[in-house]
């Protein structure tokens, strides 16, 4: 972020407020214009063959403005709504927590590369589907306790939303189109480009606890050092602790055997006194 910290301290002051207001009053505005019979979406959609043959060159600016699919039913329409009220909140959020100018960076980002790749595949319209769900993803990430209330009425915390949010994008990227992909990752890329050093020391962290965790387990479950282990079989107290094991008092060091090999054993190298019993 040192990087960010030396670009903000030149360029700050061209940071755009309310950027996520702008962004929404645009949506709004066509989604009513479409609504009253003067649909502009295709006008204002990023396709980029129409930008370079037509010179329709407002085209990479206003594709973010693209509202979502039209519809009059009054069902679809309360959830437009509801997903409008959600992407403020969270866009405001982001914007108070890193500051105008980075949140800048953060749309920017996804803008430019949404915009090089639309380049690549200039027949295809671009979306800033993916850019929403960036914003979605990076409130989940820094408020993973968050509660939302789908329906108004069923509590969920946003961090299993975004767990379900990943798994779709990661199944549309591994099915999906070439551009489909490349459009995927672009959006996204300005997610990683904020997070992906939290994000690796985090599975660094995690796989140190793990390895401290799976140390400490084995260190508690071990099984505690056998007292008596007999010489000639190697039965120990721990593996038959029935036993009664002795030491020979006529054999060199203290040689431990069990009770089947006390009286039944070859004596060490320097023998005890004879008359001396074998010891407990």
Partial sequence: MSFLNRLERKLGRLAVENTTLYILMGQVGFFLLALLGKDLTDLIVLQMDLVVDKGQVWRPFTFIFEPPAISRDAFDIMFIVFGWSLFYLMGNALDEFWGTFRYNIFLGVGWVLTVAVAFLFPREPATALFIGLSVF??????????????????????????????????????TGRFSTRLMIAASLANFFLFFGADILARMRGGQRRMQQQARQFAVKNAAPAARHTCTVCGKTDRTHPQLDFRYCSKCAGDECYCPEHIFNHVHSAAEAPKDEPPRA
């Fill in 137 to 174: 993803l990076a409130f989940a990430y820094l408020n993973p306790e968050f509660v939302m209330m789908i329906f108004f009425i069923l509590p969920v915390k946003i961090k299993w939303l975004a767990l379900i949010t990943w798994i779709g994008l990661g199944f549309a990227f591994m």
